[in-house]
């Protein structure tokens, strides 16, 4: 399509400003510098660089409402296919080759303007004609000489005539190539609009033009929207028969119970497509039709009615079996509450099979090896759903810094955690896997979650699909993570399932979240299940959004799903008895039926005393816990089983309704409910053998932040775990303290009791190391020997081949290495103020000035001193006996003093204080800074500041040189050219 062409056409029937793209990359900048007026986005599919599906997806997450339309033909053979990628971004797209109708009304439709057309001939035809219309007008006159005269004879048309007539001149001379034909299809793409949208009045002027133009014998006539013809072409008497065809619709719909109002949409050709006839007809199965009883009549919200319908589709197609089966569903689940039915009737519980992990010794440390081999033939899914109002954070939970001195959010965390673990097992067995990790967002998270990825670069993940079609999964054309947005379903309102209007808008029907059991439906519908067992993926670990220290429980949990054969293996920890928390349980009934599922607590108490225990949920006399390990809602399947079970079901597992009735009797609700599912009901399907857990230390591997500060309160008075962002963190903490304590590090594991703000947790040691750091016990302890770190000190390492031995750590340090560079640091001290969590004021706690992932934990983190040791340059280094050494295959390269080191420099640049070495120079950022006598000094990397750097008097300071850059990069920050730099040092 000609770029000016469309331009000149959407001006004058939308009325619309437009501007002009040259590319993907250039709409997108249009974009943001137009941001919050562009209404609407008209492109090609194929573009350079970004294909407009690319370029929607982008457009998608950054603008999710706004309206898109797109023009493609055949994609290389994949029509169909594109079809389908547009439809998962709610994109419209018109077909190559096309007429101007086709444009009109997907324009028309997207805008929410079905009249548009319309409008622009009435702005003509009262005397507002540009000149250029004017032009246009002589033009198409001399073209088709005296076909107006033919129209002035309908003297009873003639007001529409002239009104149509106007609207459609502009066209005429729009190419110089446009010839009768091209004139022919311009008018009947025109006429095709008005007669989609009320046809009768326009019929004998549609002959009119049929009969006046010039054409060969083969030619068909005019052209309608939705032609019975395969090129989309309609003869006059074929237009006839399509209204014909309308009737005999409307005489369908009105026999199956819909009102007139709907009737009478069909007939004047508001609704035409076959999708939406099949829609109303499921709509009248399920008896739902009334929900359309208030329409207006044609040419009054025909948008909304066709968004409406397009709803309903979606709701269609978003859950197994489609609406018929979710209503059926429904009333089944609503009698039964009804009735009161006891759903674990005849069923008497007992205590799974499973493994206890919670002392980390031999079989624990084999275990995580084990399960270290297998890693790479995993899977990982995150149902991340959720966004952070409850936590006191405005965004994604997902997007939390999850600690304060590495300011990482949890999804990089994991990301990061599954990327090591990936290349430490490919490493093991001398492959090259990735590992698949999809993440189901809902509609608060979607674009959100998106951005933080694409902003990040994936947190060095190999790309991203977002809600791939079946097609691209069974093409394996996908990337590493893989995005699925969760549907919603319709609310209901009464024991019958019906469903009810949205009170905001009347052409919506209200829906809710089907919960996160939903992520199941969505990978059996795009096929992931198929696609892990074609590339020999066993295993698929499922985890939610804020348990920062989850990973360590992946390993040793896969391990034991492997030894035990388990096709579910819940990962647990011990539970206190009566903890509101599920328990993992095994069902047995006496018809034979035997499950081991999740159980909540608020069950699980009654369930007992009516069974086994007239107690009811007390604890093991012997353990002192509840013989039911506490769901965590993180378990492993294995692939095969699970493959089979969607197969069955499509993914549905274990629906319940929770309605709130407003009488006695059951039967009015307090307000609308909706049937709901959880990721760990797919355990129902399972024979309970098949079902077990591995049980771990409890915040070993599970310390979930859900409370804000006040609602933490409110459950610590009640005598439970705050389960809030100062307990997360500090629980994850706790983790590395206890793994360096297994390295034979002197440390305090547990750490001081601690309150902020009425929430007490374990405060001490705050060391954290990166993933490729370490994965496994054994591998720390390969790593780290010995030494000591005191309760106020912060130890985080961030590398791959580091090690440390009877390092002496009193304050900060921070040590960060490049690939390929590898590390020994034998008995060094550290001694500085260091980094310690400060309370923030009450005043400061509602002060917005300072960030929410601050305000949220209640306190702030202050930084004094440090020491930091970053290395970017690759070789070999030891930090020995007062000394930086580099070596490189046994030879001396250079060997650098270190007491510069034991510098207790205070930091007044805190913008600068994590990477900027205490007593050294830094070679890789633009400034220099030394520490003297407690005070820092602060110069800048060019040559009139080194000479005046060169005349200050030093004596007695030790600089050190930490961050290694090769000399020849040094030239940069020198201002020297690269001739003078090499002269220089060829000359020294």
Same mark, same amino acid.
């Given at each position: 399509m000609n770029r000016e062409m469309a331009e000149s056409y959407i001006t004058e029937v939308f009325g619309a400003k437009v501007l002009l793209a040259e590319s993907a990359h250039n709409t997108l900048d249009i974009l943001e510098a137009n941001k919050g007026t562009v209404d609407l986005v008209f492109t090609d599919y194929n573009m350079p660089n970004m294909n407009g599906f690319q370029m929607a997806q982008r457009i998608r997450a950054l603008y999710p409402q706004m309206p898109i339309v797109n023009h493609t033909g055949e994609v290389k053979g994949a029509l169909d296919a594109v079809k389908s990628q547009f439809k998962t971004l709610n994109v419209s797209v018109v077909t190559k080759p096309f007429q101007w109708d086709e444009i009109s009304i997907e324009l028309a439709q997207a805008l929410q303007k079905p009249d548009a057309a319309m409008t622009v001939g009435k702005n003509i035809s009262s005397g507002d004609v540009p000149q250029e219309i004017k032009k246009a007008k002589e033009a198409f006159i001399r073209r088709i000489g005296t076909i107006e005269r033919k129209f002035a004879e309908l003297d009873q048309w003639k007001s529409a005539i002239q009104e149509?007539?106007?609207?459609?001149?502009?066209?005429?001379?729009?190419?110089?190539?446009?010839?009768s034909k091209n004139i022919k299809d311009f008018i009947g793409g025109q006429a095709a609009f008005f007669i989609t949208h009320n046809p009768y009045p326009y019929l004998e002027f549609f002959q009119a033009i049929d009969n006046e133009l010039p054409r060969k014998a083969s030619d068909k006539a005019m052209m309608?929207?939705?032609?019975?013809?395969?090129?989309?072409?309609?003869?006059?008497?074929?237009?006839?028969?399509?209204?014909?065809q309308l009737e005999a619709k409307a005489d369908e719909f009105r026999r199956i119970g819909f009102s007139d109002v709907v009737v009478n949409n069909i007939e004047k050709g508001i609704i035409t497509k076959e999708e939406h006839f099949n829609i109303l007809r499921t709509i009248s199965k399920i008896g739902e039709q009334g929900k359309l009883a208030k329409w207006p009549g044609p040419g009054v919200d025909d948008a909304k009615k066709l968004a409406m319908l397009d709803q309903i589709i979606q709701l269609d197609q978003g859950y197994a079996g489609g609406l018929k089966q979710y209503k059926a569903n429904t009333k089944k689940l609503l009698k039964d509450s009804q009735a009161g039915k006891n759903p674990f009737e005849g069923f008497t519980p007992e205590v799974p099979e499973g493994t206890q992990l919670t002392e980390i010794n031999d079989r624990y440390k084999q275990m995580e090896e084990e399960g270290l081999m297998a890693f790479n033939k995993t899977a990982g899914v995150l149902v991340a759903g959720g966004v952070g109002d409850r936590l006191g954070y405005k965004g994604i939970k997902v997007g939390i810094p999850f600690d304060l001195i590495t300011m990482k959010s949890y999804l990089q965390h994991y990301i990061e955690s599954m990327l090591a673990l990936q290349e430490k097992s490919n490493s093991l067995n001398h492959e090259a896997r990735k590992v698949p990790l999809v993440i189901m967002t809902s509609d608060d998270t979607h674009a959100l979650t998106i951005n933080l990825l694409e902003e990040n670069k994936y947190f060095g993940a190999d790309g991203l699909s977002i809600n791939p079609t079946r097609e691209d999964v069974m093409n394996n054309n996908i990337k590493q993570i893989v995005i699925l947005k969760q549907g919603m379903v319709p609310a209901v309102v009464d024991n019958d399932g019906t469903f009810v209007l949205d009170e905001a808008d009347p052409f919506k029907l209200q829906v809710k979240p089907h919960g996160h059991g939903d992520i199941h439906m969505l990978i059996k519908q795009v096929g992931l299940d198929e696609l892990w067992l074609k590339q020999g993926r066993t295993y698929t670990f499922f985890f939610q959004d804020t348990n920062g220290v989850v990973f360590n429980a992946v390993l040793a949990g896969l391990a034991n799903s492997i030894r035990s054969k388990f096709g579910l293996n819940f990962l647990t920890v011990p539970r206190e008895a009566g903890e509101k928390t599920g328990a993992i349980t095994r069902m047995k009934n006496m018809d034979g039926r035997d499950q081991t599922i999740n159980v909540e607590y608020n069950e699980l108490g009654p369930l007992l005393k009516a069974t086994v225990n007239p107690a009811?949920?007390?604890?093991?006399?012997?353990?002192?816990?509840?013989?039911?390990?506490?769901?965590?809602?993180?378990?492993?399947?294995?692939?095969?089983?699970y493959h089979q079970k969607l197969n069955e079901t499509g993914g549905i597992f274990g629906e319940f309704i929770n309605p709130k009735y407003a009488d006695d009797a059951k039967t009015k609700f307090k307000s609308p409910a909706r049937s709901e599912t959880m990721m760990q009901d797919y355990a129902k399907a399972l024979p309970g053998v098949l079902v077990g857990f591995t049980n771990f230390e409890k915040r070993d591997v599970f310390s979930p932040v859900k409370n804000d500060i006040t609602g933490a309160l409110g459950v610590v008075k009640n005598g439970n775990y705050p389960d809030s962002m100062a307990t997360g963190e500090s629980d994850y903490y706790a983790t590395y303290r206890r793994r360096l304590a297994l390295a034979g590090v002197h440390i305090n594991v547990k750490g001081d009791s601690r309150v902020?703000?009425?929430?007490p947790f374990n405060d001490g040691a705050k060391v954290m190391y990166s993933p490729e750091f370490a994965g496994t016990i054994d591998e &720390? +302890?390969?790593?780290?020997?010995?030494?000591?770190?005191?309760?106020?000190? @912060?130890? =985080?390492?961030?590398?791959?081949?580091?090690?440390?031995?009877? &390092? +002496?750590?009193?304050?900060?340090?921070?040590?960060?290495?490049?690939?390929? @560079?590898? =590390?020994?640091?034998?008995?060094?001290e550290v001694n500085n103020a260091g980094w310690q969590f400060e309370d923030l004021t009450p005043e400061q706690l509602t002060d917005v000035s300072i960030p929410q992932a601050i305000r949220m934990r209640g306190y702030r983190l202050e930084k004094k001193a440090q020491m930091v040791i970053d290395i970017e340059e690759p070789g070999e280094y030891t930090i020995n006996e007062g000394y930086l050494v580099e070596t490189r295959s046994g030879n001396l390269i250079r060997k650098i003093p270190v007491e510069g080191l034991k510098i207790d420099a205070t930091m007044a640049d805190k913008a600068v204080i994590a990477k900027t070495p205490e007593g050294g120079i830094d070679l890789n950022s633009k400034n220099m800074v030394m520490g003297i006598n407690g005070e820092t000094i602060n110069i800048k990397f060019d040559a009139a500041m080194l000479s005046q750097?060169?005349?200050?008097?030093?004596?007695g300071v030790h600089p050190v040189i930490l961050n290694i850059t090769p000399i020849f990069n040094i030239r940069p920050l020198l201002g020297l050219k690269e001739e003078e730099n090499e002269g220089r040092l060829a000359k020294a």
């Open positions: 149509f007539l106007n609207s459609i001149y502009a066209w005429a001379n729009l190419s110089d190539s446009m010839g309608v929207g939705d032609g019975a013809t395969d090129d989309g072409l309609l003869t006059p008497v074929l237009a006839a028969e399509k209204r014909k009811g949920d007390v604890a093991d006399p012997k353990t002192g816990k509840s013989p039911y390990p506490a769901n965590l809602n993180v378990f492993i399947v294995e692939n095969q089983g902020v703000h009425g929430i &720390v +302890k390969s790593k780290i020997k010995r030494g000591s770190i005191s309760d106020r000190s @912060v130890l =985080l390492i961030e590398g791959k081949d580091i090690k440390l031995s009877d &390092v +002496k750590i009193d304050g900060t340090l921070i040590i960060r290495t490049a690939p390929g @560079v590898e =590390l020994d640091i034998n008995g060094l750097f060169s005349r200050g008097d030093f004596s």
